[in-house]
Each structure stands twice: as structure tokens, then as C-alpha cells.
């Protein structure tokens, strides 16, 4: 039987291609992200070709190919979109003009559509349409200078937090502003435009991982999400939460999913109040961190989920098969060197423990090195889970 790869088959028979088409997904990026899209996609005769600056990137040993070129690079974005059936992204720094422009010109879809990427990419604009809509956010105000950031202080009342507008991550881009003697070196240390928002005395951080489809959408339990020093730690599933908080989440995200457009899932980052209110603090047009849980504890993964999105399927079911919990195993060195792990044979040895290694050759403070993921096999409570995982993770050890 002829295979056809992609676009590139040109055999003498197609009479049986459409049972036997092979389809490819370029993708922007070429991070564990990527690597977990491309290991999802493969059973349903996806191929991913990732782009991505750094050669032999997290995704490479298990794409069928990688480009290597910078994501804003028009020349590579041009030679994906050419050798894609469909194209998405897995790092918001993907050019959204630049998209738009291989959209046309390649005849390929590009999913979510670049211009949910524009409105996210700005975190004041991404707000703003939230807001816009009738979604539920933080106060925020866009701040050009110290008399802004003190009059938004002034108004919400101190603590608040400073926000750079764009290429902010795991928290880098955002400072804590606790009293008007430190505005001034807030501001300096935030690069290009910014947003002060009021400072949200949560009760916890939950998510909600969605999905747009072709006319239909779905939407994962919601998790419970652990910070330290801004970067995630811990997901716990189901979220130790009411059933009504739960389910104001979901409709959130549903009304989140209504306003953005393209196919694809979508991580939405929020905070529960302390009167059980539900606020969006970001939302992400990817699968997202605190949705990893979701390959061993949802009867859909979130990047097969992706996968079928951004290339017309039908969604999968989103149940959960049973209370789980993941955990990132984040470098714990001091400075940048060589990744040699150890302890990870604990993960390996545990009953329902689940290893994920994201195959980067260098760690550095708090990088994300992998995670593992703890199902429930008897009748452990959350807690009890939740204590395990932190157990393995703490076993495990770049130094
Ligand atoms: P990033 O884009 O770097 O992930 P976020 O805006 O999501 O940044 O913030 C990272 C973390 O910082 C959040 O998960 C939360 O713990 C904390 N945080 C962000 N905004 C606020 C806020 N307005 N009030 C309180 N904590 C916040």
C-alpha cells in the first residue's frame, strides 16, 4: 500500500491514499510541549515536523523532523508551512504576522488562529478583550510611568504586581510592587511596556485545559495548581474545591473558548478567591503545564486533544480516570551545566508513578527538566498523592 508523507509524495498510486495518508502537523517550536504533541499525534497518523532554534531541541528524537531556524525566521516558517498540512505553535513567541502571511500564501491552516496569538501575546490587550467581554479578571491598569503605577497602587491599595506587557514566562516579567518605595526599581526592572494589576489574595490557583474543535468544544476537570517562586510545581486533579466553584470555572472557560478564535486547546490559568469567585489571570493558546496530567489521567490527552483540534478531527472525551497528580522536576543547580540526573530510578520503581523526560542536554535554575505524574491505584486521598509525588520529585536531583 502507497503511504503518502505529507505534501511531498509523488508515487504513481494514490487510489488508496486516503486510507493509508499519513498527514503532516508543522508546528512552531520544538519544546517538551512539541515533544509531547509529536508523541500524541503519531497514533492518529499524524506527522509533526517542529521549528526551532536550538538544534536537537526537547522535540527532535521524536518528530519526524526538525527545522532549525528562530520561530520568527521567514524563510523557515516558510519551508514548514510548504512541507505542512496544518500548522500550529507550542511557544507564544511565534510570529503572528508572519503566520498569517504562510496561511495564504501555503494554503495551510494555521491553528489557533494568529490573531488569538496577537491579543494573548500582549498581556494588557489579552486582558483588555477579557474584560471587553464580560470575563472576569483582576483589576488592571496600563502604566507608562512612576505617576501610573502609583495612581493604580493608590486605587487597588499596595501590595500590587507589575506586569511586562509581552515576553513574560514562569514569571519572569512580573514584580511584586509592596510599598511606593520600591516603584521605581519595579519599573526599571521591567523592560518595554507594562500593566499594574491589583495583587490577588487567592485561595487557590486553578486551570482549566479547553478545547476548541470544529464547532464543538470540551473541557477537562478543573486542576488545582501549587506555585513556589511563580513557577508551577504541583497539579492536583480533581481541584480540592466546591463542586459549584467547579463548575463556575467551566463556564468561564467556556465563555473564554467562545471569545477566542481557531481550533486548538487552550490552557486557562485562574484564581479562586477567597469568596469562591473565579478571575482569569492568563490563558495560553497551547496545551499548558498544568494540563500534563492529562496523558496518564484523562481518558484524552491534551495533546492528543491538540492534535485532533488543529487538524479538523473530533475531540476526544475529556473524563478523568481517576484523581491524579503531576509534579515538575525543575533544575535544582545553582548555574547553567551539562543535565546529568539522578534519582529518577525512584520515579521508575513506583507503582502508578509516571516518568517524563523532556531530553534537554542543559539544566539551569528552575528550568523545566520533566515531570512525573501519580494516578490513584487504591483509595490514597489527594493528599496522600499529592505527598507521594512531592517524595519522587524531591528523589530526584541534577547536582
Ligand atoms: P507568567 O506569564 O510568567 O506565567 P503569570 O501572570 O501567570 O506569569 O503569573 C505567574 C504567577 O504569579 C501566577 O501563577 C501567580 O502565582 C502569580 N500572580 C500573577 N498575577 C498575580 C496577581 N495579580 N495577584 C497575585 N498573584 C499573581
Known amino acids: 500500500m502507497a503511504a503518502r508523507v505529507g505534501k511531498s509524495y509523488a508515487g504513481p498510486s494514490t487510489t488508496h491514499h486516503q486510507m493509508t495518508r499519513t498527514e503532516t502537523l508543522g508546528v512552531v517550536g520544538g519544546g517538551q510541549l512539541g515533544r509531547m504533541l509529536a508523541e500524541a499525534a503519531a497514533p492518529l497518523g499524524v506527522e509533526v515536523v517542529v521549528l526551532d532554534p536550538t538544534p536537537e531541541c526537547p522535540a527532535s528524537p521524536v518528530a519526524r523532523d526538525q527545522i532549525v531556524a528562530e520561530f520568527d525566521d521567514e524563510e523557515g516558517v516558510q519551508e514548514l508551512a510548504a512541507r505542512a498540512d496544518y500548522l500550529t505553535y507550542e511557544i507564544e513567541l511565534a510570529d503572528p504576522d508572519l503566520l498569517e502571511s504562510v496561511e495564504r500564501e501555503y494554503d495551510v491552516p494555521v491553528n489557533p488562529d494568529p490573531e488569538t496569538l496577537r491579543t494573548i501575546q500582549d498581556k494588557l490587550v489579552q486582558k483588555r478583550t477579557l474584560r471587553e467581554a464580560g470575563i472576569p479578571v483582576p483589576e488592571f491598569r496600563q502604566v507608562d510611568d512612576r ?4 495612581a493604580a497602587a493608590e486605587e487597588f491599595g499596595y501590595p500590587v504586581m507589575l506586569k511586562a506587557r509581552e515576553g513574560g514566562y514562569d514569571g519572569r516579567g512580573n514584580v511584586p510592587i509592596a510599598d511606593e518605595t520600591e516603584v521605581e526599581d519595579a519599573l526599571a526592572s521591567v523592560s518595554g511596556g507594562a500593566m499594574v494589576e491589583e495583587f490577588v489574595a487567592f485561595e487557590r490557583e486553578v486551570s482549566v485545559i479547553g478545547a476548541k474543535g470544529d464547532g464543538e468544544t470540551a473541557t477537562f476537570p ?3 495548581n501549587v506555585h513556589r517562586e ?5 497539579t492536583v486533579v480533581p481541584a480540592r474545591t466546591d463542586e459549584e466553584v467547579g463548575e463556575r470555572a467551566r463556564e468561564v ?3 473564554v473558548l467562545d471569545l477566542l478564535s481557531g481550533r486548538g486547546v487552550y490552557g486557562i490559568e485562574l484564581f479562586e478567591t477567597p469568596e469562591g469567585e473565579i478571575l482569569v489571570n492568563e490563558i495560553a493558546p497551547r496545551p499548558h503545564n498544568s494540563g500534563h496530567y492529562t496523558i496518564e489521567g484523562a481518558l484524552t490527552s491534551q495533546f492528543e486533544q491538540h492534535a485532533r483540534a488543529v487538524t479538523g478531527r473530533p475531540l476526544g472525551a475529556t473524563d478523568l480516570r481517576g484523581p491524579v497528580v503531576s509534579a515538575n522536576l525543575l533544575g535544582d543547580v545553582e548555574e547553567r551545566q551539562r543535565a546529568e540526573i539522578s534519582g529518577d530510578e525512584a520515579i521508575l520503581a513506583h507503582p502508578g508513578a509516571s516518568y517524563h523526560w523532556y531530553g534537554k542536554h542543559e539544566v539551569y535554575p528552575l528550568r523545566k527538566m520533566g515531570h512525573l505524574t501519580l494516578v490513584r491505584r487504591d483509595d490514597e486521598t489527594p493528599e496522600r498523592l499529592l505527598r507521594d509525588a512531592r517524595d ?6 541534577f547536582e
Do not use: H, N
Open 230 to 234: 511563580e513557577i508551577l510545581r504541583e
Open 147 to 150: 505617576a501610573d503605577v502609583a
Open 222 to 224: 478543573l486542576g488545582e
Open 392 to 397: 519522587l520529585r524531591d528523589e530526584v536531583t
Open 253 to 255: 472557560a467556556e465563555d
